[in-house]
């Protein structure tokens, strides 16, 4: 008996009982795993403007299982979508990865974490190469893709956005988001890495994007909307209870 399933079913607020929920998951590193640290170059979209063309995600995993939804649930694929592009001028620690309370460094003011969900965090490490702010939009389907099959997908599910300053140092910025694989660990700490994956194309997921447009997620939110989400993942679909939920936000 899958005791994470069961778990899934509970109606609790808690976010400490949905970490006890997504562990589990194979070990073993994805193919096409981590960088070497150094920062990736800049983009030549918008702020948080998508690129062109479509993306499996880099540095994840292979070519086979759940094609219904790429790398969610049991999918051992690449997820799919529109390739992101980070705005000019900025650039991003590769690999991305794990935020853990060492995140942001004691010389940098304090930067509170961005985002919702929470059962994976990142610790984005920005460069401002500009002589002024930039800021960065992080869009809702925004997948950041582990670099491991043991470690979840996570995605961003509302709009996110992070000043970028003009600074000599690396900007630290936690940034949350949700759960794309309940079977998997979520994030334990830095030795969990990730890639910036594609804003997805899943049919279902954006039928959850268009729901939420519009209306204000709070942290209150956060562990129903996981729920709802992983409905999408590892239940068939969105039911007509997550429907009606999200038209009380």
């Not at 994470?4 to 400490?16: D, I, Q, S, T």
Request: glycine fraction near 18%; charge should be negative; proline fraction near 8%.
């Amino acid at each position: 008996m899958n005791v994470a399933r069961l778990l899934r079913g509970l109606a609790v607020p808690a976010l400490a009982i949905a970490l006890v929920a997504c562990g589990g998951g194979s070990d073993g590193p994805a193919p096409g795993g981590g960088g070497t640290g150094t920062p990736s170059s800049s983009g030549s979209g918008g702020s948080g403007g998508g690129g062109t063309g479509s993306t499996g995600g880099t540095g994840s995993t292979g070519s086979t299982g759940g094609a219904a939804h790429a790398g969610m649930g049991d999918s051992t694929a690449a997820p799919t979508g529109q390739a992101f592009a980070w705005p000019q001028g900025v650039q991003v620690d590769d690999p991305v990865k794990g935020d853990d309370p060492f995140c942001v460094p004691p010389e940098q003011p304090a930067t509170p974490s961005v985002g919702h969900g929470g059962l994976v965090r990142v610790c984005l490490g920005l460069h401002n190469t500009g002589l002024v702010p930039i800021t960065v939009t992080l869009p809702p389907g925004l997948v950041f893709v582990s670099n491991s099959l043991a470690g979840q997908n996570g995605v961003v599910l509302t709009v996110t956005t992070i000043v970028v300053p003009v600074t000599s140092t690396t900007f630290y910025v936690p940034v949350h988001a949700y759960c794309l694989n309940l079977g998997r660990h979520n994030t334990a700490g830095s030795q969990d890495t990730y890639q910036t994956g594609p804003v997805t194309d899943d049919p279902s997921v954006l039928e959850l994007l268009a729901l939420l447009q519009g209306r204000q997620v709070t942290a209150a939110f956060d562990f129903k909307l996981q729920q709802i989400l992983w409905d999408i993942t590892e239940n068939g679909g969105l039911t007509q209870a997550d429907r009606d939920a999200l038209a009380a936000l």
